[in-house]
């Protein structure tokens, strides 16, 4: 196998890249802040604010608290509700679809800058394993980024959610804005898409030349015994 360590720095950065994509991915599905909803009854949201997230939705209250919280009352969103919008049910499946196929690409990252970095196997497996690790860091960062524009869009357009009424929540904001969890899901995606696009532009060097001119002698000397003779002499 030729040496190839000196040509997997750009993937070696990529790879953190990925890393730092993927976690940001995950932070971003826990987060509540996707929507953030400016209410003027301050009656039972008596902070004014009430953060709409793929899982849960919160606000901080002096007259209703959940148990295990102080002053925050939470409800959590069920896929299976019949008042969860689509969007929201569309990021709870894609966005933990993405945190999988995104730890797949950066396994084969993993496994690709072994193959670099120690020389183990042969060159034709380092070009496919970046291909393929490039694959999927564009697939899972195509997959997240179908509910955070879809959210982006909900908000943009100021679509409103018809929550029950042990949500405690209006039948509509006053007014609505895009919250940090929507801000780190695309902060995620960039660096999957470029981590992606890095991995898939990976080229194995071409031979050198004087590797070259010594096989071909190599060669001549076995097909001629009487060349390797007169070099000799």
Known sequence: MTYLAHTGHAQFGALGL???????????????????????????????????????????????VSEGFKVMYCRYIILTDSFTPPEIAAGQV????????????????????????????????????FILTGVLCLLAAAISLVPLLWNLSAVVTNQTIEFPPEFKLPPAPESQHVGGGIGVGMAGSVLMIVSGIIFC??????????????????????????????EHL
Request: proline share 3%; net charge positive.
């Open 18 to 64: 990925a890393c730092l994509g993927w976690m940001l991915t995950g932070v971003a599905l826990g987060l509540i802040q996707w929507r953030v909803w400016q209410v003027s009854d301050r009656t039972v949201i008596t902070s004014g604010v009430a953060w709409v997230g793929l899982w849960r939705v919160c606000f901080a209250s002096h007259t209703v």
């Open 94 to 129: 894609l966005m933990l679809l993405s945190l999988l196929v995104g730890l797949c690409g950066n396994a084969s990252g993993v496994y690709s800058m072994r193959i670099v970095y120690f020389g183990i196997g042969n060159n034709s497996a380092v070009r496919r394993g």
């Open 201 to 230: 532009t990976y080229r194995l060097p071409e031979r050198p030349l004087r590797e070259q001119v010594h096989q071909e002698n190599d060669t001549r000397g076995e097909d001629n015994p009487t060349f390797e003779l007169q």
